[in-house]
């Protein structure tokens, strides 16, 4: 024998004695799909959720923003300022976790906060680490990722197939991390920018509130009996209608009508709550016996004639102007309603010629700043204010 056949035979019987290592398959890599076949309710409600739709892929909103600040969401091994993207953190859960930042690469990433990513938390760590920073999304949690080949252990949750392999999983989630508010705070409670400006934070706001803290008790009814997984917010202006109370009441002084509107937020998180450029702004109009307006507070959005009417979280610079999130520096004002507050507003209007004053609650996605920059990368929905609440009198 050369020493080349020597060497042929060799290598052909070590590639032959060494067996190729199947890939373990992990839970987070197991797709909402698979679940879908026993859990179809479920599945139909949670696929037409923002949690289905959080990648930048399938999210027009995030996707305008990702695509700013960060960059493109097909490209693997993205980095900002070396940095793995931190969006990705909440928004694309099972790809963090990999480290991987190409998000059509597996069904699993495509899902967003996918069912796994819920169903394999085994213990909330807290957002806040040692140093005080932030440890954000998948990072405040610690998973199981044992799926283990079919075998006959009873234990499990019945034997599933994904991708074509019988996969079986120990329901561990299933514990104080799925029964209390732990389950959202990982994503929910806070998040800063990299200058330390809190964006969201509906977990501090609803810690400074009484009475209960449970996020499923409105965000996961049972209906029908089962747990709703739509986890609706502010995309379903029926969601954004339960949290406002507007009433109205006139009284005619010397030279004036006037008008008071009590708004009531009956939430135990702040209205609205979220993403900082959620806002809810209100329209008045007076009109005369026939018909026409005679005085309204404000033509378009009205951020610019009347401030008191807008709800909103206002982020700036250091020179005090209003800053998108990315760059904000400071936290300018903010006159969204608190957890359960009831406020006041006033406005005199004039005295002759109204027969019908009208008050309009508007919610909208996003500011005007935001529309008119990110405009034709927009559908028309997050550009549309959605009707929240009325009020009407006639004099
Ligand atoms: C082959 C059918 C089947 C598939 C596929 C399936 N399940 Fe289930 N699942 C069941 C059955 C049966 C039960 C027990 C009865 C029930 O609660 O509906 C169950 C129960 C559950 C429960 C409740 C467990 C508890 O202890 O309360 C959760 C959560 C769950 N499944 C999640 C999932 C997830 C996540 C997936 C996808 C990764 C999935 N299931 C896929 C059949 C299935
Ligand atoms: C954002 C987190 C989250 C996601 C995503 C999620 N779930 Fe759940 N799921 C929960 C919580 C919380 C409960 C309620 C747990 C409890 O109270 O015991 C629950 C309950 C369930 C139950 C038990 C329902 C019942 O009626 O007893 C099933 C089954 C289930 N989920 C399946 C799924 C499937 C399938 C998906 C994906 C299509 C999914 N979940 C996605 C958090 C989540
Ligand atoms: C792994 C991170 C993660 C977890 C855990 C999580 N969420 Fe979310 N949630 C998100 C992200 C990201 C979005 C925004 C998606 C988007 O609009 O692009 C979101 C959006 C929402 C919305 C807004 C929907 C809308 O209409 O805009 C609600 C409500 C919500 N989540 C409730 C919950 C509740 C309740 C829980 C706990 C049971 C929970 N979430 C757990 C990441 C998470
Ligand atoms: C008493 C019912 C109630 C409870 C409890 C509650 N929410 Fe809400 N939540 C609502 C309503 C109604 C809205 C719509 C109004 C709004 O956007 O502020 C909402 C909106 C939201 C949104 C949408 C924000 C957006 O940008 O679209 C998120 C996120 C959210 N809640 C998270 C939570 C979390 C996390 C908890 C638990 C810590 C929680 N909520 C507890 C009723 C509730
Ligand atoms: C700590 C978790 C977390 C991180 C990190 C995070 N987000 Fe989010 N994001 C959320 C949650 C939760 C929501 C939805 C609820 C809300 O408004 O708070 C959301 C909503 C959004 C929305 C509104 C989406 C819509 O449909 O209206 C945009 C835009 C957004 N995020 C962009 C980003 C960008 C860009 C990054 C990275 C620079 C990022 N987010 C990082 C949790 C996070």
């Avoid at 806002?279 to 026409?292: P, Q």
Wanted: aromatic share 6%.
């Amino acid at each position: 024998m050369s020493v080349l056949t020597h060497f042929v035979v060799w290598a052909m019987m070590f590639l032959l004695a060494s067996p190729v290592q199947a890939e373990e398959k992990k839970l987070r890599h197991v797709a909402a799909k698979d679940c879908s076949g026993c859990h179809q309710q479920i599945y139909d409600q949670w696929k037409h959720s923002m949690h289905a739709n959080s990648t930048a892929l399938s999210d027009p909103i995030h996707g305008a923003f990702y695509q700013k600040v960060m960059g493109d969401p097909l490209k693997e091994g993205l980095r900002k300022q070396g940095k793995y993207p931190v969006c990705l953190k909440c928004h694309v859960p099972a790809a963090a976790r990999d480290g991987k930042t190409k998000m059509d690469a597996l069904p699993a990433y495509q899902d967003g906060v996918g069912c796994t990513t819920c169903h394999s938390m085994t213990a909330f760590k807290g957002v806040k680490n040692e140093k005080g920073g932030l440890r954000l999304g998948v990072d405040a949690y610690a998973f199981s990722d044992n799926v283990i080949q079919a075998s006959s252990d009873s234990n499990f949750h019945p034997e599933i197939e994904s991708a074509g392999q019988k996969v079986l999983f120990k329901m561990v989630g299933n514990s104080t991390v799925l029964k209390t508010n732990a389950v959202c705070m990982g994503c929910h409670e806070r998040r800063n920018n990299l200058n330390k400006v809190p964006l969201c934070q509906t977990g501090d706001e609803i810690a400074s509130a009484p009475g209960s803290t449970d996020c499923q008790l409105c965000h996961m009814p049972v209906t029908n009996g089962v747990v709703d997984h739509s986890f609706m917010g502010g995309h379903t202006a029926k969601m954004v209608s339960r949290g406002l109370l507007m009433t109205m009441k006139n009284e005619e002084v010397k030279t004036a009508n006037r008008l008071t509107l009590t708004l009531r937020n009956k939430l135990p998180h702040n209205l609205p709550t979220g993403a900082p450029f959620r806002n809810i702004y209100i329209k008045v109009m007076a009109f005369n016996d026939a018909g026409e307006v005679v005085w309204r507070n404000a033509k378009g959005h009205p951020l610019k004639e009347d401030k008191q009417s807008v709800l909103w979280y206002r982020l700036g610079d250091d020179q005090n102007k209003n800053a998108p999130p990315p760059k904000a520096t400071k936290v300018l004002g903010d006159s969204r309603l608190k957890p359960h507050e009831v406020r006041d507003i006033e406005y005199l209007l004039p005295k002759e010629g109204i027969s019908r004053i009208e008050a309009k609650a508007y919610y909208s996605l996003l500011l005007p700043g935001n529309i008119r920059s990110f405009n034709t990368q927009l559908p028309e929905y997050a550009k549309q204010p959605k009707l929240i609440g009325a009020a009407a009198i006639t004099l």
